[in-house]
Each structure stands twice: as C-alpha cells, then as structure tokens.
T-cell receptor
Framework: AQSVTQLDSQVPVFEEAPVELRCNYS??????LFWYVQYPNQGLQLLLK??????LVESINGFEAEFNKSQTSFHLRKPSVHISDTAEYFC????????????FGAGTRLFVKA | GAGVSQSPRYKVAKRGQDVALRCDPI?????LFWYQQALGQGPEFLTY????????KSGLPSDRFFAERPEGSVSTLKIQRTQQEDSAVYLC????????????FGPGTRLLVL
C-alpha cells in the first residue's frame, strides 16, 4: 500500500533562514504529489502540486518542491522564511494504482522564530 | 458558498451515542471526500463520493461508520454507538471534477467522545 513519510515532526527555524521539509513516498508507477498547509485555527489549503511535466513546482508565496522519482521524494523548500509561514505542512500522494485515494503524511510543524 | 462548510464545528458525545456530521461542499463540485484526523496525525481517508455514488469506502474503520450523499451535494457522515477511539477531527473536502487534483477542505468537525 502507498505510504508517505515526513521525516521531521517539528522544524524550528529563525526568520529569514532557509528551510527544507522532507517527504518520501513509497514507490508507485505513477503518482500525483501535493503539499498542503494548515495555519493555526484554519483548514487545510493546497500549497503546491506535481502532476506531470517540470519536476520543480512553485507556490505563490515562495515555496518550491522538486519531484525526484529515483529517490521517491518531494521535499519542500523555501530560501527565506517569514514568521507568517508558521504552520503545519502535510505531504500527500495520489497513486493511480490505489483507486485515487489521497494518502497524507503525519505532518511537519514549522515554527519560525524571530 | 465561498468554500466547504461543516457542521457542527464541535461535538461532544457520550460513549454509545449516535452522531451525524454534515458537509456542504462547494457548489458544483463533483467529488467529495471524508477524512479522519487524529491528534498529531495527518488526515486518513475514509470515503469518496462522485456525485451521489459512493465509489470508495475502504477507509471506513468499522460498520458503525456510514456516509451518504443522496442528491450529490450535501453529505452526512454518521457514526453509530460512538467509542472513545472515534474522537478525532473529521474533515470534508470537495473537488471540481473526478480527477481530484485540487481538494478544498472544510474547517472540520472536532468530535470528542467521553
């Protein structure tokens, strides 16, 4: 069965520092990959997604993620974080071998300190 | 409406009580999903509707859980004879079409079973 591993449960970082949130998924023939963000007291929102084409995808607020098929990874990066980026980040995958069910990782709590 | 809405936002139930959780998806969205999110975990898939058809209910944890979407819009998740292990946040999401590439999440219903 498809699974998603987020290697870090919490990532504390200082404002304006770079950050990487790691995500690995179990191998599958074809997958769609997603990062969702959950700000405090808000619902889940799609941050960015990889469906096909360019392996580097970007969000409107400066995050980017790169699909690496050989390493089955989809790590999320931002070169300079802001206090407002403090949130829970979830990596998710849809495999077209599993009935298009979305599988989420356990989440990584990003805490940006001043 | 502007987004996915869920009601109630909070529910406290005594063990053994039946509960019903409602989801109003974005108007016109074909696909509807229910997820269960335990504390400190990512959302776990429960069931999927395409219009009024329940195409995947493989994530429902027991036969005490039942979901319906009779007219292809509003959906209800019912839990019979609630147990303490049912305590979680129940998330509803909808997407415009069958491809499920972008899911829009509601704020969730936090269920506490005493």
């Amino acid at each position: 069965a498809q699974s998603v591993t987020q290697l870090d449960s919490q990532v504390p970082v200082f404002e304006e520092a770079p950050v990487e949130l790691r995500c690995n998924y179990s191998s599958s023939v074809s997958v769609y990959l997603f990062w969702y963000v959950q700000y405090p007291n808000q619902g889940l929102q799609l941050l960015l997604k990889y469906l096909s084409g360019s392996t580097l995808v970007e969000s409107i607020n400066g995050f980017e993620a790169e699909f690496n098929k050989s390493q089955t990874s989809f790590h999320l990066r931002k070169p300079s974080v802001h206090i407002s980026d403090t949130a829970e980040y979830f990596c998710a995958v849809i495999s077209n071998t599993g009935g298009f069910k979305t599988i989420f990782g356990a989440g990584t709590r990003l805490f940006v300190k001043a | 409406g502007a987004g996915v809405s869920q009601s109630p936002r909070y529910k406290v139930a005594k063990r053994g009580q039946d509960v019903a959780l409602r989801c109003d998806p974005i108007s016109g969205h074909v696909s509807l999903f229910w997820y269960q999110q335990a504390l400190g975990q990512g959302p776990e898939f429960l069931t999927y509707f395409q219009n009024e058809a329940q195409l995947d209910k493989s994530g429902l944890p027991s036969d005490r859980f039942f979901a319906e979407r009779p007219e292809g819009s509003v959906s209800t998740l019912k839990i019979q004879r609630t147990q303490q292990e049912d305590s979680a946040v129940y998330l509803c999401a909808s997407s415009l079409d069958r491809r499920q590439e972008t899911q829009y999440f509601g704020p969730g219903t936090r269920l506490l079973v005493l």
